[in-house]
């Protein structure tokens, strides 16, 4: 589209423009790229590559700027088609390994035939070894937190990438949050705990089950329908006190009442009955046809949701989103009507005419939303960007953690099944036909992105993988790590996890740390980082009320089961459970007594 319409363009005609942080062009982007070439007055492309070597010089596709060498040759071809002269700029300097020479050298070395290794002493490249990938992340939070006191790094400064975000992205969040650091996880959410979406996954749900009580309120519960809290609650009420089931007793008028229920308020639930059935039952006599095609089943959807007025309600509450600052939220609500709109028009284009069960045209339906992914731009620029290690597209950054590079994280195993082998691609490849890469060449371009993230950062790198998998199977470091250590040979791996220190890096993290001591104390002697938290912790009470509260419910919490252990030595039961309020006064116990009662 935007091909056919540039030559119309007032701005692209006579205009410089850059293209910067691209490995490569799709076939549709080079047609572009050959619609708006003629259109510029100059088109500067940046392209990485080694000055070591002939960038016209078509290489194998193993070689590792293989990527960089293929998009010069095609922009060569564009540019000769247009009659366009082509310039070379080399950028050789350092620039932001000027002053850090541990990264310059990673940077020249890094999957390279030819390479070298590093002897001096260096603090710009780390390798660290953890227990799982929840450990994993807590100590990459912390770490970051002690750099941002210690160094004055700020939170921008710093980038999180992976190769495995299904596994890291909900530990991220989980860690970045205990240790009160500002993140953005940089991932295409999943469209299904959205209301909207589950608007239209219970609706088919409910014509499936025949309006059961289960499907009926589960649509109501989206909140999308202009039905209130109290009245959905009387409505739920009457019909779990009358066994209602089944889209025929919905239309019947409600006259008899309950046990429990005041017959003068019957007329109010039918009139919230019909109310609804104003709204539902159009729909449920368009999509309850056995065999209806796409488009009519579509159009039924799209009436439905019209006479709703849902683009409206999710409008209105991408407003209220923004007003709060939950910009990811407010741009969530604001992507996915036209998100569900465009698959709704594709269904209809590619399956429009063919005739679909409703079961059908709701696994047609389900198979579409799995497919559809939201982006969220950042909405803070000081915060830690965590993301994946193709897609996440990093920038200024000066400390970059990698973690979870293990054995099928790095390189990425890819799972998905193809029509064609690989072989079948090679030989059409060789015909000039643009297919997807091969698995071969996949684990080729996973290297270079690789290389480019690792070279990234200005100042330090870090490399993290963990011994056991969420589940407490073992895994295998990557290849990556041994590549690293060869470049690097005095290079010490790293266990922070061996140190208690870790673990009081902020308030948060050092109450967590102390009420785990608690429960230890009982069996066994405690740390002394524990015994030396214990006063500080008393000593800060009195001028901090959150923490006076915290103290006093752990101290009753613990003196609670103390206590449960002397009465059960003694076969008795405890006195609270048959006496609550002599329970009420025991927090008030003081602390002395509590240190002398769990030692002894």
């Known amino acids: 589209m935007l091909g056919r319409v540039a030559g119309k363009s007032g701005k692209l005609a006579g205009s410089v423009m850059v293209l910067d942080g691209y490995t490569g062009f799709t076939p549709i982007q080079l047609q572009l790229l050959e619609r708006i070439l003629p259109l510029c007055e100059t088109m500067y492309v ?82 660290r070894e953890s227990r799982n990938p929840a450990r994993e992340m807590e100590e990459t939070a912390l770490m970051i937190r002690r750099l941002m006191r210690e160094e004055g790094y700020r939170c921008r400064d710093f980038a999180v990438i992976t190769g495995d975000m299904e596994t890291y992205a909900d530990h991220a969040a989980r860690a970045f949050d205990k240790f009160d650091i500002p993140c953005f996880i940089d991932q295409k959410k999943s469209v299904f705990m959205n209301p909207f979406v589950e608007f239209l996954r219970s609706a088919v749900d409910m014509l499936l089950e025949n309006y059961s009580y289960e499907s009926v309120f589960r649509l109501l519960r989206c909140g999308l329908l202009d039905l209130p809290c109290r009245d959905m609650d009387r409505l739920e009420n009457y019909v779990l006190g009358m066994g209602i089931r089944g889209f025929r007793k919905w239309q019947e008028e409600w006259v008899l009442h309950y046990r429990g229920e005041k017959p003068e308020e019957v007329p109010e639930i039918d009139r919230i009955r019909q109310q609804l059935m104003d709204t539902l039952a159009p729909f449920t006599e368009q999509m309850k046809t056995r065999k209806g095609t796409v488009r009519e089943r579509v159009l039924a959807f799209y009436e439905f949701i019209t006479a709703c007025g849902i683009q409206e309600k999710l409008d209105r509450s991408g407003k209220e989103f923004a007003k709060e600052n939950a910009m990811d939220r407010a741009k969530e609500y604001e992507q996915i009507y036209p998100m569900v709109m465009d698959l709704f028009d594709k269904m209809t284009e590619v399956l429009g005419e063919e005739k679909v069960s409703l079961r059908e045209f709701k696994e047609l339906l389900e198979a579409g939303l799995s497919e559809v992914k939201i982006g969220i731009i950042p909405p803070s620029s000081d915060q830690v960007l965590v993301g994946d290690m193709e897609r996440t597209r990093l920038k200024d950054i000066r400390v970059l953690f990698f973690v979870g590079v293990n054995d099928g994280k790095i390189p990425r195993e890819d799972a998905a099944g193809k029509i064609l082998s690989d072989l079948n691609r090679e030989d059409l490849k060789a015909s000039s036909v643009a297919l997807a890469p091969t698995y071969r060449e996949n684990l080729y371009t996973q290297r270079f992105y690789l290389y480019l993230n690792m070279t990234k950062p200005s100042d330090k790198l870090y490399l993290s993988y963990s011994r056991a998998d969420d589940g407490g199977e073992p895994m295998t470091q990557s290849f990556l790590i041994g590549a690293v250590r060869k470049l690097f040979p005095a290079l010490v791996l790293e266990r922070p996890f061996e140190d208690a220190v870790w673990d009081v890096e902020n308030p948060k993290s050092a109450l967590a740390y102390l009420a785990w001591g608690f429960k230890e104390i009982l069996e066994r002697e405690p740390s002394l980082l524990w015994k030396e938290l214990f006063p500080g912790t008393r000593s800060r009470m009195p001028g901090n009320r959150p923490w006076r509260i915290w103290w006093k419910e752990l101290s009753a919490s613990i003196l609670r089961m103390r206590l449960e252990e002397v009465w059960q030595e003694r076969s008795m039961a405890p006195p609270w459970r048959t006496a609550p309020p002599v329970w009420n006064c025991l927090p008030s116990v003081p602390v002395p007594i509590l240190w002398r009662t769990v030692w002894n």
């Open 46 to 127: 940046t392209v990485t590559m080694d000055d070591r070597l002939d960038p016209y010089r078509p290489g194998s596709p193993h070689h590792l700027f293989h990527l960089s060498r293929e998009t010069v040759s095609k922009l060569c071809k564009l540019a000769g088609a247009a009659g366009s002269q082509i310039e070379e700029t080399w950028v050789k300097e350092n620039g932001r390994f000027s002053a850090n020479k541990p990264m310059a050298f990673l940077e020249r070395n890094l999957f390279r035939f030819r390479k070298e290794v590093y002897t001096e002493e260096q603090q710009a490249v780390h390798i």
